[in-house]
């Protein structure tokens, strides 16, 4: 009962904002925090710019790049993946390019590790200059490793583009 209730005020909440943040409505379908998470991870942008050098890490990584989870698995696994510095960049671009599509498209999100004893996955609201913006909970545990700096760094990239974007948006 609990959970309904959660869930009732989370739609309901979503709908009223929806209008402001594109995908505050398309989210409220979904069914629980984890799908509303996914859909957000796996929105894909076809149209961005490449060089050569990029190309070739499409390759290297078996991926397009051309959504959130890949660009922050490629970016966290980069450690094991041998990735350089200049490709690193390249990813680092890519998250750049997608925070600029998102808020150009209405659509308002940040990242958050929220790690912890107990730790959150799925999704959550807040305000940036008087947007409702979604907020991805990426879960995580008590101990910070390397995995976890490189997450922190990357989701920093793109929170830090996307609230400047709004900011910005809403002078």
């Known amino acids: 009962m609990k959970k309904l209730c959660l869930f009732l005020f989370i739609v309901s909440t979503f709908s009223v904002y929806g209008q402001e943040n594109k995908l505050l409505d398309t989210i ?8 509303q998470m996914k859909y957000v991870l796996n929105l894909t942008i076809s149209d961005i710019p490449e060089d050569g050098f990029s190309k070739l890490l499409k390759i290297k990584l078996n991926s397009e790049l051309n ?35 998102l808020v150009e498209n209405q659509k308002y999100v940040t990242v958050k590790n929220s790690g912890g004893f107990a730790s959150t ?51």
């Open 121 to 171: 996955t799925g999704v959550n609201l807040d305000t940036i200059a008087n947007k409702k913006v979604l907020v991805l909970l990426m879960g995580g545990d008590c101990t910070i490793d390397e995995y976890d700096n490189r997450s922190e760094y990357i989701y920093q990239i793109f929170n830090k583009k996307i609230k400047s974007l709004l900011k910005s948006k809403g002078d």
């Open 28 to 35: 409220s379908q979904l069914e629980d925090g984890e799908a």
């Open 67 to 101: 959504s959130l989870s890949n660009l922050f698995a490629s970016y966290i696994l980069s450690g094991d993946l041998n990735l350089s510095k200049k490709e690193l960049s390249v990813i680092e671009g890519r998250v750049v390019y997608f925070a600029n599509w």
